[in-house]
């Protein structure tokens, strides 16, 4: 007996491990060489990490006994009780601007022909584990292999729900688009395979122009990391400016008047994709409220908003459909332009579809 008790413990520990195999990998790496030098030139690296221009806690430690508490015992829906309609994007642009949501954060924005595909994440769940995790509420709206010629891959930061090691190893093999990252995340990159001649790396307030595209990484009021260390890579949101239209994305973030800057700076903008969930009062600098993003939207100057991060992961504690019903009261209350797409749905910035409620059937 004592014998067929070590082999099953030796089998279960084999399976454990077999599972795990590939968690070192998907944490990433951490900026080496001359990566590391450029990191530490950084007007934003503060001795040993990144940092806010404007002060942000991710979590305050009074805060510990609340956020557990409302994990184990609040009421809310946090995933939908219906199936989310999800729409095979039409393959064809329909104007000179064009956006596909495809849940999450993950968007397509066709500006004047050109292809760029931000936070792309299609695996199942956004972790380091392929059976723990926030799992997502619904399907990709599309096989990532049948993703149409992309001429940029930007990302914001390297959280795992924004940069996912499975997917960036897909779109290595099936595209040819450089990624366009902020400083250090080239790092992670590197180690999944990404070829250094398809990694360009900027600093906030730095561009590049890809294939008649100038993309600009602007600031962000986050922080980074995939492991128990914080900033050692660079969080940032997003300019895509082409011959007329302009695009604003803006990663994660909480709040700040650092948007205003932006605006007055870069825009206006003829659309701004603006993060709406996972936001809660135990963490109010890193995630805005939906009214949060309805301020940040009119101080960026922008015309129509279109809300991300929302909908596919379940990654905080308000009800799964909350946000967007606060933000299309809090958009019709200050004549806001607002555009709420079903995940997959392709539509012209000029011509969006009309709020229809869609999600509230499902809740």
């Known amino acids: 007996m004592r014998k067929t008790g070590w082999l099953v413990a030796g089998a279960l520990a084999a399976g454990v491990a077999w599972k795990l195999r590939d968690v070192p990998e998907a944490m990433g790496a951490d900026p080496t060489g001359a990566r590391a030098d450029r990191v530490r030139r950084s007007p934003q690296f503060r001795g040993t990490a990144f940092a806010n221009s404007a002060p942000a806690v991710v979590t305050p430690r009074e805060e510990t006994t609340k956020i557990l508490r409302d994990l184990?015992?609040?009421?809310?829906?946090?995933?939908?009780?219906?199936?989310?309609?999800?729409?095979?994007?039409?393959?064809?642009?329909?104007?000179?601007?064009?956006?596909?949501?495809?849940?999450?954060?993950?968007?397509?924005?066709?500006?004047?022909?050109?292809r760029v595909l931000f936070d792309p994440v299609w695996s199942d769940r956004c972790s380091p584990v392929p059976f723990a995790g926030p799992r997502r509420n619904h399907r990709p709206p599309q096989p990532i292999d049948m993703l149409p010629r992309l001429d940029a891959i930007v990302i914001s930061h390297d959280h795992y729900d924004h940069l996912d090691m499975r997917t960036v190893q897909a779109l290595t093999g099936f595209q040819d688009a450089p990624f366009v990252v902020p400083l250090g995340v080239g790092a992670h990159l590197e180690r999944w395979g990404v070829p250094e001649s398809r990694i360009v790396e900027l600093d906030w307030n730095e561009s590049v122009t890809v294939r008649g595209l100038t993309l600009?990484?602007?600031?962000?009021?986050?922080?980074?990391?995939?492991?128990?260390?914080?900033?050692?890579?660079?969080?940032?949101?997003?300019?895509?400016?082409?011959?007329?239209?302009?695009?604003?994305?803006?990663?994660?973030?909480?709040?700040f008047e650092g948007y205003a800057e932006i605006g007055r700076r870069h825009g206006p903008f003829d659309v701004a994709l603006v993060q709406i969930g996972?936001?809660?009062?135990?963490?109010?600098?890193?995630?805005?409220?939906?009214?949060?993003?309805?301020?940040?939207?009119?101080?960026?100057?922008?015309?129509?908003?279109?809300?991300?991060?929302?909908?596919?992961?379940t990654l905080a504690f308000h009800s799964w459909g909350e946000p967007v019903d606060r933000l299309w009261r809090e958009a019709k209350g200050r004549g806001v332009h607002l555009a709420v797409p079903r995940p997959g749905e392709r539509f012209a910035v000029d011509e969006p579809p009309l709020v229809d409620g869609w999600w509230q059937q499902i809740e």
């Open 72 to 114: 184990l015992f609040g009421r809310e829906q946090r995933r939908p009780r219906g199936v989310i309609p999800v729409v095979t994007p039409a393959p064809d642009p329909i104007s000179d601007l064009d956006i596909i949501w495809y849940g999450h954060a993950t968007v397509l924005a066709e500006v004047e022909g050109r």
């Open 278 to 313: 996972a936001y809660s009062e135990s963490w109010p600098d890193i995630h805005m409220t939906p009214e949060e993003a309805v301020r940040a939207h009119l101080d960026l100057n922008a015309g129509l908003l279109v809300p991300v991060h929302w909908c596919t992961f």
């Open 216 to 255: 600009t990484v602007t600031e962000a009021r986050h922080f980074s990391g995939r492991s128990f260390t914080r900033n050692t890579t660079l969080w940032g949101s997003w300019v895509v400016a082409g011959e007329r239209r302009k695009v604003f994305y803006t990663g994660d973030s909480g709040y």
